[in-house]
């Protein structure tokens, strides 16, 4: 239980193109879903998060109109890189959790990540 | 946010007990400590968590001290397949389940 999937698991685009990543919760619904990403030999940054309709939270300094996000329904959210540079390659991964974790040991679940090329 | 600190690095022999170790001596009483992995180039997965009792499940234990300022995740018999970054992480209190990566612990498991 508690699968996590992304798609597509690899994008390689071109500069000023928009790319779209999906991140769904398979068998569970996750009122709350993360997006982080990583550099090579780097760990994993928050970028932001996503409750079930409404706005998303970003991190500080991560660009909300850069990068959007939507979380449409319980078993899904995605993320769009707009206009994409090549300094936007990176490695984004998503995560999804059952509940709100407000002080409770509850638990995220990842997804497999979804390497991105922009040339 | 309570900080952790790990090892860079460690190496461990097929079949051993690995040990990892982590320091998170500005936990609150409220914050949980979890434990990740990262295979390279896969998404995180989770192995354990706890607040203060000793925790164990089909693939790890967690040791938290007393004074629960440090604990220790326990990989009984590696493979070669527990080769990945291992993250101790101390939830962010107050937020939504947020975890704050660190740069966790690499870990070699060697035949």
């Known amino acids: 239980g508690a699968v996590v999937s992304q798609h597509p698991s690899r994008v390689i685009c071109k500069s000023g193109t928009s790319v779209k990543i999906e991140c769904r919760s398979l068998d569970f619904q996750a009122t709350t879903m993360f997006w982080y990403r990583q550099f090579p030999k780097k760990s994993l940054m928050l970028m932001a998060t996503?409750?079930?309709?409404?706005?998303?939270?970003?991190e500080q300094g991560v660009e909300k109109d850069k990068f959007l996000i939507n979380h449409a329904s319980l078993t899904l959210s995605t993320l769009t890189v707009t206009s994409a540079h090549p300094e936007d390659s990176s490695f984004y991964i998503c995560?999804?959790?059952?509940?709100?974790?407000?002080?409770?040991?509850?638990?995220?679940?990842f997804g497999p990540g979804t390497r991105l090329t922009v040339l | 946010d309570a900080k952790t600190t790990q090892p860079t690095s460690m190496d461990c022999a097929e079949g051993r007990a690995a040990n990892l170790p982590c320091n998170h001596s500005t936990i609150s009483g409220n914050e949980y400590v979890y434990w990740y992995r990262q295979i390279h180039s896969q998404g995180p997965q989770y192995i354990i968590h706890g607040l203060k009792n000793n925790e164990t499940n089909e693939m790890a234990s967690l040791i938290i001290t007393e004074d629960r300022k440090s604990s220790t995740l326990i990989l009984p018999h590696a493979t070669l397949r527990d080769t990945a970054v291992y993250y101790c992480?101390?939830?962010?209190?107050?937020?939504?389940?947020?975890?704050?990566f660190g740069a966790g612990t690499q870990v070699v498991v060697t035949p």
């Open positions: 992480i101390v939830r962010v209190k107050g937020s939504w389940g947020k975890l704050q």
């Open positions: 995560s999804a959790t059952p509940g709100l974790g407000v002080g409770v040991g509850d638990t995220q679940y």
């Open positions: 996503s409750n079930e309709g409404s706005k998303a939270t970003y």
